[in-house]
Structures are given as structure tokens and as C-alpha cells.
């Protein structure tokens, strides 16, 4: 370390790449400094925060010479609000950032060399593209003076936002920029809603009041929109009024929904949810096919980056009218699906009861004969695939595989199974380059080769990035 390096001190750094979370890097001598909101190219004046023994992390001090990258955030609380990491870089350089973070993850996670990443697929809507909001609810409180001090009335604000990243201080947010517009007309409908009612908002510091989260899902193509009320108690007053105020306001609204969540934890949804007017889902219409998405079920957010999915599994796994297909982790089916009208059968596991509940529902909307949706994990279900007497008949095996599963990857169980099973063909469909080349370098070992990896920005604006690996047996 060098003299200068001290918490406090202020030092020159030219940023040079990115790292995996979008913070910038840059370094002074051979020491490395992470630096929130840096872009490739800036040379800054930067304040040490932290010093840990193999690298530090600093703000910004002072912008010295601005890269040819940086541009101006779109969005007015960017620097308070943790949802976007990347709204100061142009999109060109947001594209190139999450291209070589996949190929750093699969060289230094897996030493995968020499896979083929392709660059990133851009989209067409880098902005307003998320289909569901998750806004935290917080309140101002303040007092309506009456004729004496006695008789003051307690009320209060309520606002909606977002936390503030690694914290659980709420930012407010009223026009959240990577939303579809209609959500955050839905929650500034229900948040003047809420102020209007004085419905009681959730104070964490003292577990008092009982409104927590607005969760708010809109249809892209279908325009459809869920509200859902995430509170701790399940009774609310004047339900009818609230639904009407924002009903007023949006009326492609279709229905309104009160998920009960009164536990200490940082999970938005509880497992209860009932119907306090109209739907408790939406339908979704993509690639000539629907889906019907519940408030507890999973659906990509971003449907052009769900459309770019589509276009791998074509390519990728070239399905043919005998294939028996396994859809593992597969949701409310959106990938079973659109396999499902080019091959002979489909099987999708998953462990969410309600997103189950709707691949059936999906299935039956769309005609669909040929698939069968298991209920459980898939690391304890797909064994039983390969017993004797069970869903797939003696000798015969999976064509191909599709593996999408949630942030943490695959239980080796999994991995193990699918190598055990021999099934030819694998698409790996995942949101977190790290997890994904932790498991490609597994597959590898167990006998696969990965033929190439395609990122898709499906969450423009952040640091996250989904890719899709083409994988075949060796
Ligand atoms: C990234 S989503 C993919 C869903 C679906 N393929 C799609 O594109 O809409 C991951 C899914 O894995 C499910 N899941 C998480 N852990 C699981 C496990 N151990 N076994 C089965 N499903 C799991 C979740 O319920 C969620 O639906």
C-alpha cells in the first residue's frame, strides 16, 4: 500500500473496467479501488471509504475528466436509489460491461477457456421494460390541528420507493424510469389511495401499522395489471373505496389482491393471498401463446429479453417433433410451453405450489396436451424421473434438458442427475454469471461441453445480466 492510502484521503484513480456487482475499478499502484458510479475512462478524485488488506473502496470525489462513456442519469434519485447500478454509462458500454463480465466469470470461476460468449443482446426498450414493481410503503407522520393541542389528529403521509441499496432506508420514488408506465401509475394511484383512506402503514421500528409493499405486475402485450397489497394484517376498512379510487385512475386495472405477510423477513410476498376485487392474476400473451401469472409466481420482466430466450431454445436445442423435453424450474411454464407446441412431451418441475398451480392452467389455455407439471424440488423430484415404474417409460430418455434455476443455481444433486441421465442436449438459462460458471465448470467435469454462452440484457440500466448456454454431451 502506498502512503496516500488511508480511509479519508483523497487520491486521483482512472477507472478501467467494471467489476461484477457495476461498481467501477481502478487501481492506485497495484491496489485495487472499487468506486460506486465510475464509468471506464473517468479519471476521478476519489475519498478512501474502506481499506480491506487486497483492495478498498472509495466515493467520488470529483469527476477530473469525465470518460467519453459517461452520460447523464435519466432518473432523479439514481445516486440515493439502489435498483440501478449502470444509468450513467451509455448503453453501448453497458452492453460491452456485461459481455466481459460473462466471459471474466467463466474463466475465473470455472476456467472455462476459450468458450464462445457471444455479445450481448441488446434490446430495442432499454427503458420502462420491468413488468412487476416491488415498492416498499413508508409513511410521514403529521398533525391536523384542531382547536386545542388535545385534539390535534394523527395523520400521515404515505410514500412509495425503493430501498436504498444494502440498506432499509426507503427511497422515495414516484416515476421509477426501467417501470412500465403503468405500474408507477398503479402505486401513485393506490399510494393517494392510501392517504386519502389513512389506511395504516407498516412502522418496522415498532411492528405497528399493517401496510408493507405494493407489488404491482402488468401484461406488456396483454395491458392486464395485478395489484397486490402486501400487509401484515388481514382485514382492511373501506376496500371498496380503495379499489375505486385507483380503479378511477387506471382502468386496465384487473384486479386487486391482499397478500398476507406478517413475518420478519426480508421476503416481500407471504404464502396467503386473497382477492379483494376482480382477478387474482393476469393474462400475459407472448409468441402466439398465454399465460396466466399469479401474484406469488415467477415471469420474466422483461418480455423482449423472454423473447430473446425463445430465440436460444430454437437455436440451442432445435426441437423436433419427437423430443421429450425436461423443463426444470419451470415456472408458470413459460419455457414448457413454447417447447411444448414443437415437441412430443414436456416435463416441468417446480417447487412453487401457485406457479404449478398456473403451468396447469397455462397448459389448458393454450390446448396444450403434452406436458405434465411436477410439484417439489427439482433436486428431490428428478431423481424419481429415473425409477423404475415412473413418468417416463423404461428406456426411454430426455432429448433435452432446459435448466433456469434462481439466482443460486443448481443443488449438485441436480447437476449429477441430468449428467447420470445422459440427456444430450442442455440449455442453461440463468440471471447470475457466477452461479451459471460454477455449474457449467460441474457439467464439464461430468462429462459436457459448453458450445457457447449468449448474455441477454434483460435488466437494462443494472448490473445484472441473463445468459442462455448452448450445452451439449461430449
Ligand atoms: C428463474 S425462475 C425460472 C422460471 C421459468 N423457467 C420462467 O422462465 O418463467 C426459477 C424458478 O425456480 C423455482 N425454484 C427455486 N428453487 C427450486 C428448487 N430447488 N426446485 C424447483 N424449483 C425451484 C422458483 O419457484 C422459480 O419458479
Not at 419427437?322 to 419455457?335: E, F, K, M, N, P
Request: aromatic share 8%; charged share 20%.
Amino acid at each position: 500500500m502506498t502512503d496516500s492510502l488511508a480511509v479519508g484521503n483523497l487520491v486521483n484513480l482512472e477507472i478501467y473496467d467494471f467489476a461484477m456487482g457495476g461498481e467501477a475499478v481502478g487501481r492506485v499502484g497495484n491496489f485495487v479501488l472499487f468506486v460506486k458510479g465510475g464509468a471506464p475512462g473517468d479519471k476521478l478524485e476519489v475519498q478512501i471509504t474502506e481499506l480491506k488488506k487486497n483492495y478498498g473502496r472509495a466515493r467520488i470525489h470529483r469527476v477530473l475528466v469525465p470518460s467519453p462513456r459517461r452520460i447523464s442519469p435519466r432518473c432523479p434519485v439514481y445516486n440515493e436509489c439502489g435498483g440501478c447500478q449502470l444509468q450513467h454509462c451509455n448503453y453501448d458500454a453497458q452492453l460491452l460491461f456485461k459481455t466481459k463480465m460473462v466471459q471474466d466469470a467463466l474463466q475465473h470461476i470455472a476456467g472455462l477457456k476459450g468458450v464462445k460468449v457471444r455479445p450481448c443482446k441488446k434490446m430495442q426498450r432499454p427503458w420502462n421494460y420491468r413488468s412487476k414493481a416491488q415498492a416498499v410503503v413508508g409513511a410521514k407522520p403529521y398533525l391536523v390541528r384542531g382547536d386545542s393541542a388535545e385534539e390535534a389528529e394523527p395523520r400521515f403521509h404515505p410514500f412509495v420507493g425503493y430501498y436504498a441499496q444494502g440498506t432499509h432506508s426507503i427511497v422515495k420514488v414516484d416515476n421509477c424510469a426501467i417501470q412500465l408506465p403503468t405500474n408507477n401509475e398503479i402505486l401513485q394511484a393506490a399510494r393517494d389511495a392510501l392517504e386519502r383512506l389513512q389506511w395504516p402503514v407498516y412502522n418496522p421500528e415498532d411492528g405497528t401499522g399493517a401496510i408493507r409493499y405494493l407489488v404491482v405486475r402488468t401484461g406488456f402485450y396483454s395491458k392486464q395489471s395485478l395489484l397486490v397489497i402486501v400487509s401484515t394484517q388481514p382485514r382492511l376498512p373501506q376496500v371498496r373505496e380503495f379499489v375505486d379510487l385507483v380503479r378511477k385512475r387506471v382502468p386496465s386495472l384487473c384486479g386487486v389482491v391482499l397478500n398476507l405477510n406478517p413475518h420478519q423477513t426480508n421476503v416481500i410476498l407471504g404464502a396467503r393471498n386473497s382477492v379483494l376485487w376482480g382477478n387474482d392474476h393476469i393474462i400475459e400473451e407472448v409468441a402466439g401463446l398465454k399465460f396466466n401469472i399469479s401474484a406469488n409466481s415467477f415471469f420474466q420482466v422483461n418480455i423482449e429479453g423472454l423473447e430473446s430466450i425463445y430465440e436460444c431454445l430454437d437455436q440451442f436445442l432445435n426441437p423436433q417433433a419427437r423430443d421429450i423435453v425436461l423443463d426444470a424450474y419451470c415456472g408458470v411454464g413459460s419455457l414448457a410451453l413454447y417447447m411444448a407446441r414443437k415437441v412430443k412431451r414436456v416435463i416441468g418441475i417446480d417447487e412453487c405450489q401457485a406457479a404449478i398451480e398456473d403451468a396447469v392452467v397455462n397448459s389448458d389455455l393454450n390446448n396444450l396436451v403434452n406436458t405434465t407439471f411436477m410439484d417439489g424440488t427439482v433436486e428431490k423430484v428428478l431423481p424419481t424421473l429415473c425409477n423404475k415404474g415412473s413418468l417416463l417409460q423404461r428406456g426411454t430418455r430426455f432429448s433435452s434438458a432446459i435448466l433456469d434455476p434462481p439466482r443460486k443455481g443448481c443443488d449438485l444433486t441436480v447437476l449429477h442427475t441430468v449428467a447420470k441421465m445422459r440427456i444430450p442436449k442442455l440449455v442453461y438459462v440463468s440471471c447470475n454469471p457466477s452461479t451459471l460458471a460454477r455449474d457449467l465448470g460441474i457439467l464439464v467435469e461430468n462429462g459436457y461441453q459448453v458450445l457457447e454462452v449468449q448474455p441477454i440484457d434483460m435488466f437494462p440500466q443494472t448490473y445484472h445480466v441473463e445468459c442462455v448456454a448452448h450445452i451439449v454431451r461430449s
